[in-house]
């Protein structure tokens, strides 16, 4: 039972945080509507500014859309956008402070500076993305692909090879035992009152994801999410296969003891 208790209520925390929040957003925020995008942005910011700065990123974002959410070629998102950081910072006091966007469950919407890096950008849009895709996919697959995709080169072709992110490279070669797995149970979830364990975890999803990449299962995976959005992402890997199951996990353990950081993935037409 405790089990299913905790899970629920720090979801019904971030409700109500996001709902609070909800309420400010209806004073003082324009709306534009853009050929790629809904944009909110804050009463006095220069309308032009945002668009030209929103169609400078979107081929970014469009080759994240395409590559890894093909089915979602129609799909609009909401972006909540502030004229900088500190004004972002002001706006997300419910956040950690060193928080420098995010996504909006409650609204579907990633909030961002619109000053913010590319990296930052692509996070939480594939945030938004996987939720418009599967928003039952579990903690360890939504924060570990958007680690990935972070840190992903769109200006690349679709099979180059592709960086894990340098952080995460640190962990694997100084401390590969944190990130090994006893068995095949992914992180569901993070405390933020646990930094350490929330940063564990978070590395730990982040290289499993890379490591799926590197195989060439990402695309499975997102396949079999467009077609069933509530079904468990290793699923269309393993199908559920115990012997399947455990084998993926030994070869992860193995891709740990002789990791690659720096390559294409495999099968990749
Ligand atoms: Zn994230």
Known sequence: MRYLTQPAIILLLLTASCRGYDLRLLQGWDRLEMECCYVQIQEGMDPARVQTAIQWKWPMIQVLQQRFFPSLADFKPLIVVYPDQASYQRSSEHLPSNALAHYDRSRKAIHVSIDAADP???????????????????FWFQEGLARFLQNYN???????????????????????????????????????????????????????????????????????LRDNPKSDP????????????????????????????????????
């Open 120 to 138: 930052v950008w692509r996070h939480e849009m594939s945030h938004l993305y996987l939720d418009e895709l599967s928003s039952k996919a579990p």
């Open 154 to 224: 769109t200006q690349k072709n679709s099979c180059s090879e592709q960086a894990m992110l340098p952080e995460f490279r640190v962990w694997v070669e100084k401390n590969p035992d944190a990130l090994a797995l006893e068995s095949m149970e992914l992180p569901t979830s993070v405390d933020f009152l646990d930094p350490e364990g929330t940063a564990q975890k978070t590395v730990l999803s982040g290289v499993f994801v890379y490591f799926l990449w590197t195989r060439g299962d990402l695309t499975d995976v997102m396949r079999g």
């Open 234 to 269: 290793l699923f269309h890997i393993t199908y559920g296969e115990r012997g399947a199951m455990n084998k993926l996990r030994h070869e992860y353990i193995e891709y740990l003891e002789n990791p690659v950081f720096n390559v294409a993935p495999a099968g990749c037409q």
